[in-house]
Protein backbone atom coordinates (compact mmCIF):
# COMPACT_ATOMS: atom_id res chain seq x y z
CA UNK A 1 0.00 0.00 0.00
CA UNK A 2 1.73 2.76 -1.24
CA UNK A 3 0.95 6.03 -1.54
CA UNK A 4 2.52 8.69 -5.15
CA UNK A 5 2.22 12.42 -5.88
CA UNK A 6 0.99 12.69 -8.87
CA UNK A 7 -0.14 15.86 -10.99
CA UNK A 8 -2.50 16.09 -13.84
CA UNK A 9 -2.65 18.65 -16.66
CA UNK A 10 -6.24 21.04 -16.43
CA UNK A 11 -7.64 23.19 -19.18
CA UNK A 12 -5.82 26.14 -18.49
CA UNK A 13 -2.36 24.18 -18.45
CA UNK A 14 -2.31 24.17 -14.94
CA UNK A 15 -0.53 21.43 -13.23
CA UNK A 16 -2.77 20.04 -10.46
CA UNK A 17 -1.73 17.36 -7.78
CA UNK A 18 -2.80 14.56 -5.95
CA UNK A 19 -2.12 11.28 -3.98
CA UNK A 20 -2.54 8.48 -5.63
CA UNK A 21 -3.78 5.13 -3.42
CA UNK A 22 -3.55 2.88 -6.15
CA UNK A 23 -3.46 -1.00 -5.30
CA UNK A 24 -4.38 -4.47 -7.93
CA UNK A 25 -7.55 -5.52 -8.57
CA UNK A 26 -9.23 -2.88 -6.74
CA UNK A 27 -12.94 -2.58 -6.89
CA UNK A 28 -13.51 0.83 -7.98
CA UNK A 29 -11.55 4.28 -7.24
CA UNK A 30 -12.51 6.70 -4.70
CA UNK A 31 -12.04 10.30 -5.70
CA UNK A 32 -11.79 12.16 -2.49
CA UNK A 33 -11.95 16.41 -2.58
CA UNK A 34 -10.83 17.83 0.67
CA UNK A 35 -12.98 20.61 2.80
CA UNK A 36 -11.74 24.42 2.31
CA UNK A 37 -8.69 25.47 3.74
CA UNK A 38 -7.32 21.81 3.74
CA UNK A 39 -5.45 19.48 1.32
CA UNK A 40 -5.11 15.76 0.56
CA UNK A 41 -2.58 15.05 3.90
CA UNK A 42 -5.75 15.40 6.23
CA UNK A 43 -7.89 12.56 4.62
CA UNK A 44 -4.65 10.04 4.31
CA UNK A 45 -6.10 7.30 6.62
CA UNK A 46 -9.50 7.56 4.66
CA UNK A 47 -7.15 6.45 1.90
CA UNK A 48 -5.42 3.41 4.17
CA UNK A 49 -8.97 1.97 5.26
CA UNK A 50 -10.53 2.08 1.89
CA UNK A 51 -7.18 0.62 0.20
CA UNK A 52 -7.71 -2.12 3.34
CA UNK A 53 -11.39 -2.80 1.61
CA UNK A 54 -9.37 -3.27 -1.67
CA UNK A 55 -10.59 -0.03 -3.08
CA UNK A 56 -8.08 2.50 -4.82
CA UNK A 57 -7.92 6.33 -3.45
CA UNK A 58 -7.03 9.81 -5.44
CA UNK A 59 -7.11 12.49 -3.16
CA UNK A 60 -7.26 15.64 -5.06
CA UNK A 61 -5.89 19.17 -4.21
CA UNK A 62 -7.78 21.78 -5.38
CA UNK A 63 -5.99 24.87 -7.51
CA UNK A 64 -4.44 26.59 -5.16
CA UNK A 65 -4.25 24.48 -2.39
CA UNK A 66 -1.67 21.81 -1.24
CA UNK A 67 0.93 21.23 -4.07
CA UNK A 68 -1.47 22.19 -7.07
CA UNK A 69 -0.26 24.95 -9.24
CA UNK A 70 -3.09 28.30 -9.05
CA UNK A 71 -3.34 31.11 -6.96
CA UNK A 72 -3.22 30.40 -3.30
CA UNK A 73 -6.87 31.50 -1.97
CA UNK A 74 -8.80 32.39 -5.27
CA UNK A 75 -9.59 30.96 -8.85
CA UNK A 76 -9.63 32.54 -12.37
CA UNK A 77 -13.25 32.32 -12.57
CA UNK A 78 -16.73 31.04 -10.69
CA UNK A 79 -16.67 26.90 -11.42
CA UNK A 80 -12.74 26.75 -12.43
CA UNK A 81 -13.16 23.69 -9.14
CA UNK A 82 -15.73 21.75 -10.51
CA UNK A 83 -14.08 21.93 -14.61
CA UNK A 84 -10.50 20.92 -12.38
CA UNK A 85 -12.60 17.35 -11.24
CA UNK A 86 -14.10 17.30 -14.97
CA UNK A 87 -10.73 17.04 -16.22
CA UNK A 88 -9.44 14.43 -13.46
CA UNK A 89 -11.76 12.33 -14.37
CA UNK A 90 -10.80 12.50 -18.07
CA UNK A 91 -7.25 12.02 -17.26
CA UNK A 92 -7.56 8.90 -14.53
CA UNK A 93 -9.91 7.28 -16.92
CA UNK A 94 -7.35 7.50 -19.78
CA UNK A 95 -4.97 5.40 -17.43
CA UNK A 96 -7.45 3.34 -15.62
CA UNK A 97 -10.58 1.33 -16.36
CA UNK A 98 -11.98 1.14 -12.94
CA UNK A 99 -15.11 2.39 -11.71
CA UNK A 100 -15.06 5.96 -9.79
CA UNK A 101 -16.77 7.05 -7.25
CA UNK A 102 -17.08 10.46 -5.69
CA UNK A 103 -16.56 11.40 -2.50
CA UNK A 104 -15.74 15.27 -0.36
CA UNK A 105 -15.97 16.59 3.04
CA UNK A 106 -17.26 19.78 3.67
CA UNK A 107 -16.77 22.26 0.70
CA UNK A 108 -15.45 19.31 -1.04
CA UNK A 109 -18.56 17.54 -1.30
CA UNK A 110 -20.07 20.96 -3.11
CA UNK A 111 -17.67 20.59 -5.29
CA UNK A 112 -19.11 17.11 -6.09
CA UNK A 113 -22.58 18.28 -6.13
CA UNK A 114 -21.80 21.27 -8.46
CA UNK A 115 -19.77 18.98 -10.77
CA UNK A 116 -22.69 17.09 -11.25
CA UNK A 117 -24.65 19.77 -11.97
CA UNK A 118 -22.73 20.53 -14.73
CA UNK A 119 -21.56 17.36 -16.14
CA UNK A 120 -24.27 14.79 -14.55
CA UNK A 121 -23.47 11.53 -13.84
CA UNK A 122 -22.58 9.66 -16.82
CA UNK A 123 -18.49 8.99 -15.89
CA UNK A 124 -19.33 8.00 -12.02
CA UNK A 125 -20.55 5.39 -10.55
CA UNK A 126 -21.20 6.76 -7.13
CA UNK A 127 -21.21 9.85 -4.96
CA UNK A 128 -21.04 10.51 -1.39
CA UNK A 129 -21.66 13.75 0.55
CA UNK A 130 -19.66 14.14 3.82
CA UNK A 131 -21.24 17.06 5.73
CA UNK A 132 -21.93 19.02 2.78
CA UNK A 133 -21.10 22.48 3.52
CA UNK A 134 -24.27 24.25 1.14
CA UNK A 135 -23.84 27.62 2.50
CA UNK A 136 -25.07 29.93 -0.36
CA UNK A 137 -28.54 30.15 0.24
CA UNK A 138 -28.38 30.52 3.91
CA UNK A 139 -30.91 28.56 4.96
CA UNK A 140 -28.97 25.45 4.27
CA UNK A 141 -26.64 26.70 7.50
CA UNK A 142 -26.93 25.73 11.58
CA UNK A 143 -26.03 28.92 12.96
CA UNK A 144 -26.13 32.31 11.33
CA UNK A 145 -23.29 34.69 11.89
CA UNK A 146 -22.79 37.94 11.85
CA UNK A 147 -21.85 38.69 8.67
CA UNK A 148 -24.77 36.83 7.31
CA UNK A 149 -27.76 39.31 7.95
CA UNK A 150 -25.86 41.59 5.48
CA UNK A 151 -24.93 38.90 2.79
CA UNK A 152 -28.59 37.96 2.77
CA UNK A 153 -29.66 41.20 2.23
CA UNK A 154 -27.13 42.04 -0.37
CA UNK A 155 -28.02 38.50 -1.91
CA UNK A 156 -31.67 38.76 -1.58
CA UNK A 157 -32.79 42.17 -1.10
CA UNK A 158 -34.46 41.86 2.09
CA UNK A 159 -33.98 41.33 5.49
CA UNK A 160 -33.33 38.09 7.34
CA UNK A 161 -35.26 36.49 9.81
CA UNK A 162 -33.95 36.89 13.58
CA UNK A 163 -31.74 33.86 14.18
CA UNK A 164 -30.64 32.42 17.03
CA UNK A 165 -26.81 33.49 18.26
CA UNK A 166 -24.59 30.67 17.53
CA UNK A 167 -22.80 28.96 21.22
CA UNK A 168 -19.44 29.54 21.42
CA UNK A 169 -18.07 26.19 20.34
CA UNK A 170 -19.89 26.96 16.94
CA UNK A 171 -17.27 29.18 15.83
CA UNK A 172 -14.43 26.77 16.21
CA UNK A 173 -14.62 26.31 12.37
CA UNK A 174 -16.83 29.18 11.50
CA UNK A 175 -15.40 32.04 8.36
CA UNK A 176 -15.72 35.77 8.42
CA UNK A 177 -17.26 37.19 5.95
CA UNK A 178 -15.50 41.23 5.19
CA UNK A 179 -18.95 42.95 4.62
CA UNK A 180 -17.56 45.92 2.34
CA UNK A 181 -15.12 43.90 -0.31
CA UNK A 182 -17.89 41.32 -0.41
CA UNK A 183 -20.26 43.61 -1.82
CA UNK A 184 -17.70 45.67 -4.20
CA UNK A 185 -16.68 42.40 -5.50
CA UNK A 186 -20.06 41.10 -6.14
CA UNK A 187 -20.77 44.66 -8.10
CA UNK A 188 -16.67 45.31 -9.38
CA UNK A 189 -15.38 41.76 -10.96
CA UNK A 190 -11.94 42.92 -11.14
CA UNK A 191 -12.05 43.04 -7.09
CA UNK A 192 -13.21 39.33 -7.28
CA UNK A 193 -9.32 37.98 -6.33
CA UNK A 194 -8.77 40.27 -3.20
CA UNK A 195 -9.36 38.26 -0.04
CA UNK A 196 -12.95 38.60 1.55
CA UNK A 197 -13.33 35.74 3.84
CA UNK A 198 -11.15 34.40 6.12
CA UNK A 199 -11.25 30.78 8.43
CA UNK A 200 -10.36 31.08 11.86
CA UNK A 201 -6.57 29.50 12.64
CA UNK A 202 -3.21 30.02 14.17
CA UNK A 203 -1.11 31.76 11.26
CA UNK A 204 1.52 29.65 12.36
CA UNK A 205 0.22 26.28 12.42
CA UNK A 206 -1.71 27.00 9.43
CA UNK A 207 1.38 27.22 7.39
CA UNK A 208 2.88 24.51 8.93
CA UNK A 209 -0.05 22.30 7.73
CA UNK A 210 0.22 23.92 4.47
CA UNK A 211 -3.42 24.89 4.79
CA UNK A 212 -5.15 28.97 3.21
CA UNK A 213 -7.03 30.79 5.63
CA UNK A 214 -8.79 33.68 3.26
CA UNK A 215 -10.82 33.04 0.13
CA UNK A 216 -11.46 35.53 -2.54
CA UNK A 217 -15.14 35.85 -4.20
CA UNK A 218 -14.64 33.67 -6.65
CA UNK A 219 -13.42 30.84 -4.54
CA UNK A 220 -16.17 31.41 -2.00
CA UNK A 221 -18.76 31.09 -4.78
CA UNK A 222 -16.95 28.13 -6.06
CA UNK A 223 -17.25 25.76 -3.35
CA UNK A 224 -20.71 26.67 -2.75
CA UNK A 225 -24.56 26.31 -4.57
CA UNK A 226 -27.50 28.34 -4.51
CA UNK A 227 -30.13 25.61 -6.62
CA UNK A 228 -28.78 22.26 -4.60
CA UNK A 229 -32.64 21.29 -4.74
CA UNK A 230 -31.83 21.22 -8.95
CA UNK A 231 -28.14 19.26 -8.58
CA UNK A 232 -29.27 17.08 -5.94
CA UNK A 233 -32.17 16.09 -8.83
CA UNK A 234 -29.75 15.31 -11.34
CA UNK A 235 -28.12 12.19 -9.78
CA UNK A 236 -28.87 8.46 -11.33
CA UNK A 237 -26.04 6.61 -9.75
CA UNK A 238 -26.18 5.50 -5.54
CA UNK A 239 -25.71 8.21 -3.46
CA UNK A 240 -24.29 8.31 0.60
CA UNK A 241 -25.44 11.42 2.73
CA UNK A 242 -23.24 11.17 5.45
CA UNK A 243 -23.08 13.87 8.49
CA UNK A 244 -22.83 13.83 12.58
CA UNK A 245 -25.49 15.25 14.43
CA UNK A 246 -23.73 17.85 16.49
CA UNK A 247 -22.32 19.31 13.05
CA UNK A 248 -21.51 22.90 13.48
CA UNK A 249 -22.15 23.36 9.91
CA UNK A 250 -25.38 21.85 8.58
CA UNK A 251 -28.60 22.26 9.38
CA UNK A 252 -29.93 19.74 11.41
CA UNK A 253 -32.39 19.32 9.11
CA UNK A 254 -30.65 19.64 5.78
CA UNK A 255 -29.77 16.36 5.08
CA UNK A 256 -33.23 14.77 5.78
CA UNK A 257 -35.08 17.41 3.21
CA UNK A 258 -32.43 16.72 0.44
CA UNK A 259 -32.82 12.41 1.27
CA UNK A 260 -36.92 12.60 0.99
CA UNK A 261 -37.00 16.02 -1.31
CA UNK A 262 -34.27 16.87 -3.51
CA UNK A 263 -33.05 12.48 -4.40
CA UNK A 264 -35.25 10.65 -7.00
CA UNK A 265 -37.53 8.47 -5.17
CA UNK A 266 -36.18 5.39 -7.26
CA UNK A 267 -32.58 6.31 -6.75
CA UNK A 268 -29.99 3.55 -4.68
CA UNK A 269 -29.68 6.25 -1.79
CA UNK A 270 -28.57 6.15 1.90
CA UNK A 271 -28.51 8.32 4.91
CA UNK A 272 -26.86 8.15 7.85
CA UNK A 273 -26.31 10.82 10.78
CA UNK A 274 -24.01 9.84 13.52
CA UNK A 275 -24.53 10.75 16.78
CA UNK A 276 -21.57 12.93 19.09
CA UNK A 277 -20.28 13.49 15.94
CA UNK A 278 -18.90 17.69 14.21
CA UNK A 279 -18.15 18.86 11.25
CA UNK A 280 -14.55 17.29 11.75
CA UNK A 281 -15.00 14.53 13.41
CA UNK A 282 -17.36 13.03 10.67
CA UNK A 283 -13.79 12.23 9.05
CA UNK A 284 -12.40 9.77 10.70
CA UNK A 285 -15.95 8.12 11.31
CA UNK A 286 -16.72 8.11 7.53
CA UNK A 287 -13.85 5.65 6.75
CA UNK A 288 -15.16 3.15 8.91
CA UNK A 289 -19.01 3.92 6.67
CA UNK A 290 -17.73 4.51 3.44
CA UNK A 291 -16.21 0.94 2.82
CA UNK A 292 -19.75 -0.61 3.86
CA UNK A 293 -21.70 1.52 1.40
CA UNK A 294 -19.10 0.91 -1.07
CA UNK A 295 -19.50 -3.03 -0.83
CA UNK A 296 -23.17 -2.93 -0.67
CA UNK A 297 -22.86 -1.39 -4.13
CA UNK A 298 -20.08 -2.85 -6.05
CA UNK A 299 -20.71 -5.96 -4.66
CA UNK A 300 -24.63 -6.25 -5.87
CA UNK A 301 -22.74 -5.28 -9.37
CA UNK A 302 -20.77 -8.77 -8.98
CA UNK A 303 -24.00 -10.59 -7.98
CA UNK A 304 -25.79 -8.88 -11.20
CA UNK A 305 -22.94 -9.95 -13.91
CA UNK A 306 -22.90 -13.40 -12.09
CA UNK A 307 -26.57 -14.34 -12.35
CA UNK A 308 -26.49 -12.61 -16.00
CA UNK A 309 -23.41 -14.83 -16.91
CA UNK A 310 -25.36 -17.62 -15.66
CA UNK A 311 -28.39 -17.11 -17.33
CA UNK A 312 -26.29 -17.23 -20.62
CA UNK A 313 -24.52 -20.09 -19.76
Same mark, same amino acid.
Request: charged share 15%; glycine share 6%.
Given at each position: MLMDKMTYLARDGALLAYDKFLIADAKATIVFLHGSTYNSRRYANIAKVLNQQHYSA? !???WRGHGASEGRSGTVDYIG +? !? *?DDLADFIAHYQQI? *? +????LAGHSAGAVICLRYIDKYGCNDIDGVSFIAPA??? &? !?? $????KHASAKWQYQVSYF? $??KPTVAPPEHALTYAPSLKTV???IAKCV &? =??RHKPILSFPANERMARLEGRVLHYSYNLMLSCDINNYPRAFNKISV &?? !? =? =???QNDEVVHPNLLETIFHWHLRPTLNKKMVELKKVNHIQVVTASANILPDWLNSIFEQSSNLVSNTDGALA
Open positions: C !LIN +Q !L *EN *E +QPIVING &P !LE $TVRYR $TAPFI &P =LM &PV !L =L =LCG
